[in-house]
């Protein structure tokens, strides 16, 4: 990938601090892109701390501030919930976000923001049972039932970029994801998602090891320093505010997903699957093959390569910073 284009163009990275917003900032200053990444509630790693600069986007003027003087703004802000977070409180996190979203689009307009790339997600799509594509997206199906909130949101927050698009022509790159995993995930028991906390549970030598749902769930796990060079690509070649997905694009089932935790942790326990707790939806896997078209095929991590560096990073004193 060819990336002469970020030299010396000013890089905001907005949600630095969270696993996508860390593993970008650690490759822009890989890149010596001259970059700002931003933190609110959780402090950035020590080793970057320097490249960091607390704002609240739930305030207008923190979003003109922050992004006044960039070329390029990395969107990555949403405040994130587990399915048990989403059960409880299935809206909690919608009304900050479209603040958020809505109030750094205005910003970026305002401020002559050259190219801007920010993360939609996979909730966007209603219930498949294949690998389901850009142009596959049917709104007038609701996204499923756990996601109506957050999906619609995102629905709102695509059209949106489209139309800052196409009426102030602010270059917009929109990436729709999978289930993101990797260093610097969150292994909170409150707010973690699957990979971690089977993780953090499976190094605790957790006995029975009960996993919620009854194992045939299927999902689509990406990678997140695959996910950054993604974004990359986007942000040099596909700011056109039309959708594009990028994920692994390989289906794996939560039963073969805890296997391969369970062996990479050495945890020898036969686990223990309970339908009558909350899953997410059967089927969610992403088409990856308008993005191979566009972007060019993106190495990919294997599923058992990614889950060993994250457990590696875990045990670290990397985590603990």
């Avoid at 056109?240 to 692994?248: E, F, L, V, Y």
């Avoid at 599923?303 to 060993?308: H, V």
Wanted: net charge negative; aromatic share 10%; hydrophobic share 35%.
């Amino acid at each position: 990938m060819n990336l002469d284009s970020m030299t010396g163009r000013n890089v905001l990275v907005a949600g630095g601090a969270g696993l996508l917003g860390i593993s970008l900032t650690k490759r822009l200053v890989s890149l010596e892109a001259p970059v700002k990444s931003t933190y609110f509630h959780r402090k950035p790693p020590e080793q970057l701390r320097r490249y960091f600069h607390r704002y609240d986007f739930t305030r207008f003027e923190d979003c003109l501030a922050a992004t006044k003087g960039q070329d390029y703004v990395i969107m990555s802000v949403a405040q994130g919930s587990g399915v048990s977070g989403m059960q409880q409180s299935p809206a909690v996190t919608i009304p900050p976000d479209l603040k958020i979203y809505a109030g750094l689009l205005e910003a970026c307009a305002q401020n002559k923001v050259e190219k801007v790339v920010w993360i939609s997600s996979s909730t966007v799509y209603q219930e498949a049972s294949y690998p389901i594509r850009e142009d596959q997206l049917d709104l007038n199906q609701s996204p499923y039932e756990l996601y109506q909130g957050v999906g619609w949101m995102n629905r709102y927050l695509e059209q949106l970029a489209l139309a800052y698009y196409k009426e102030y022509g602010l270059q917009i790159g929109t990436i729709r994801t999978a289930n993101i995993y990797g260093p610097y995930d969150r292994f909170d028991d409150q707010v973690s998602h699957v990979i971690p906390a089977l993780i953090k549970r499976a190094l605790c030598k957790e006995n029975p090891f009960v996993v919620w749902g009854d194992g045939r769930t299927v999902r689509d796990f990406v990678y997140v320093e695959d996910l950054v060079e993604g974004v990359l690509m986007v942000l040099n070649e596909n700011c056109t505010a039309d959708p594009i997905n990028i994920s692994n694009g390989t289906p794996i089932s939560i039963k073969d997903l805890v296997d391969v935790v369970l062996d990479i942790c050495d945890h020898h326990v036969s686990p223990q699957y309970d339908p009558d707790m909350p899953s997410a939806v059967p089927y969610r896997v992403l088409d990856n093959t308008k993005a191979n078209a566009l972007l060019g095929r993106i190495e990919k991590t294997s599923l058992r390569e990614g889950i060993r560096r994250t457990v590696e990073w875990y045990t670290s004193d990397l985590s603990r910073e």
